[in-house]
């Protein structure tokens, strides 16, 4: 079995789906893919891209928390389970146990809004999300946008700083801004994403990572801020640095021996 992500949750970038599928296919190998960072956000049909298994949740598109959603293909081919919690026998055998039935409800209603306001909520998201990253490129030397410009999601996006510590970055806007230097899943960590290393980045610009997510309550106005406060932050950090000022001097960092006292 192949298993993927629709979309990569820090830098945004979408798979290449139908391909991908299409090779499964070829090769007789069922295909899963997890898309909770994309149902909701971008036309999903797992059907028509030859996804025979997908899981997705409620919290991603604005519905409770505790609450997900399992494709499973009935045909073409037929995808047999085997249920990991014994008794009652519910969901047809997939998962015993009492339904969250508020959470489901929740969830429906979520979805259902999502459908309806999804193109709307892309366009302007995708807006908001360049207008933001192209001031800050304008504003700032050495930003680097991680991932591609033209296979990602509208509200996504991940930015290198050179030589600025991507923690020490977010400790400068009094906890005003809400971003991170990697996936929630690996917050608890100290080494650098293994998604951007895995793309090739050094660990020195890995480590200097933002990831960004705008949302429906998102305004003109928080990117703004969010852009003077990047702005105003990336400049302190880089005064404060003597590694942004030999870079400056013209020094090749590659070709400095480090030592520890």
Not at 68 to 90: I, N
Not at 100 to 105: F, K, S, T
Not at 140 to 167: A, C, I, Q, W
């Amino acid at each position: 079995m192949v298993s993927l992500m629709w979309a990569n949750n820090e830098t945004g970038v979408i798979q290449d789906m139908k391909a991908i599928g299409q090779i499964c296919e070829k090769h007789g190998v069922l295909f899963m893919s997890d898309a909770t960072q994309a149902v909701g956000k971008i036309p999903v049909h797992p059907r028509e891209v030859g996804v025979h298994i997908m899981a997705f949740t409620g919290h991603k598109m604005y519905g409770p928390k505790g609450v997900g959603a399992l494709y499973v293909s009935r045909k073409q081919p037929r995808v047999k389970l085997t249920a990991q919690m014994d008794g009652g026998g519910h969901e047809r055998g997939m998962r015993s146990g009492t339904l969250n039935v508020p959470g489901i409800v929740g969830f429906g209603k979520a979805a259902e809004i999502a459908k309806k306001e999804m193109q709307q909520d892309a366009e302007r998201l995708s807006r908001l999300r360049d207008k933001l990253e192209l001031a800050l490129m304008a504003s700032l030397e050495e930003v680097y946008l991680n991932g591609t410009r033209d296979s990602r999601m509208p509200h996504v996006t991940n930015l290198s700083f050179k030589h600025v510590e991507g923690e020490g970055l977010m400790m400068t806007f009094n906890q005003n801004i809400a971003v991170s230097s990697g996936s929630a899943c690996t917050s608890a960590s100290l080494e650098p994403s293994y998604v951007l290393v895995a793309l090739g980045l050094g660990d020195d610009l890995a480590h200097s990572s933002i990831r960004f997510s705008l949302g429906r309550f998102t305004t003109e106005d928080d990117v703004d801020y969010a852009i003077q406060a990047l702005t105003q932050g990336v400049n302190h950090m880089r005064d404060l640095s003597p590694i942004w000022e030999m870079y400056k001097e013209g020094i090749d960092l590659s070709t400095v021996t480090w030592s520890e006292h």
